[in-house]
């Protein structure tokens, strides 16, 4: 029987927990035997102290281990699934999973519903008419088997231990402990399956890791805590300081999306998706080194081989398979605003936050689990970072149900705009990738 202020205390002066003792702390949990204000008291006790990677670990496997685990021997290995940290405009997975399958890399995504200024891959997909992303476990497998890809929600029956403790950090200002974040976006993965996992850890303003610094640091346990774990771990550091792509909005990034697949990507996209696609294929051991990754990437890219993928997977979910080859099916807010330059020079400054910010305004995102969605509100980036721009020229235009919503998502981001009177530097989509020393 575990005492748990015998362990709130052991962590608050910053000893080591044994892996069985954090096993037993996670059980108690769920059993009803430790409270939520002692699990929370051991959470802010984490953040202040840390955990060793072996710690990390054992709370990922403990929190796995807490509900039921997706069983994907049936598919041929390794199982491969992508995680992003959360961005603006980050369609990379309708990308980036499409891509795979085309090469022959199936995977079982599990993603999640949006919440505060960054947007979920499902409601992305929900705007789409008719797709469904609550999938039974032996229907997302078989359809991955089928055709190489599935794109679905969590079950609750997947690591319930996170979406408790999550409920907690929420409450009680933990959110951002790095031991916390890494078992939590691990618990799932190893709970879905997967063996090896590419992750795409954003940096910037739009991201919640703000700084490289930060992001380097949750990198590293991510790579250090799935060592531990037997599971392959690769990051790669992408740009959030403005807006991926040229749009942001649940609909208009399926369109841009599409569009992408076609080989029309924005060049910042295109960087983003084929960097994640390149480390899922040398972890997958289907290229020799990041070159030839690359090149096997843009060479399915280009023959289209992904967009029919994508296809094939709205259809198999339910979801209207025309607006593939008719983008302009997906519904679209009426009213439009636009942010215009305030004076000719170098766009230096569009912030992501306070874009995310305002399209979740809109009604693109929720501030609570629950909120209703507005597929067809957003934004349109009409001028990127390093662009030379003249007096008056829109550089966003934003889209709305009404004027006065419209007018104050302008108002939103006109703080967040600068222009230089000398050339300003484009952002680098790409800042590094982190991944194991001992990886091949």
Known sequence: MIRPADFIEEKKRGREHAAEAIGRWVAAFMAGEVSDAQMAAWMMAVLWRGMTPAETAALT????????????????????DKHSTGGVGDKVTLVVVPLLAALGLPVVKLSGHGLGHTGGTLDKLESIPGFRTRLEAEEAVAQARRIGLVVAGHSERLAPADARMYALRDVTATVDSVPLITASILSKKVAGGADAVVIDVKVGSGAFMTGEAEARRLAGSLVATGAHLGLAVHCVLTQMEQPLGR???????????????RGSAEPDLRACSEALAAEALLMAGMAADEEEARARVAGVWTKGAALERFARMVEAQGGDPRVVEEPERLELAPVQAELRAPAAGWLARLDARLVGEAVMALGAGRRREGDA???GVGAEVLAKVGQRVEAGQPLLRLRARDGEAAREAVRRVETGVRVAPVPAPSLAPVLGVVRNPTAS
């Open 247 to 261: 749009t942001v909005g649940n609909a208009l990034e399926v369109r841009e999306a599409i569009e992408a697949l």
């Open 373 to 375: 969605v507005d597929h």
């Open 61 to 80: 496997a403990a929190m796995a281990a807490s509900g039921e685990r997706l069983d994907l021997s049936s598919l041929p290995g390794p199982h491969l």
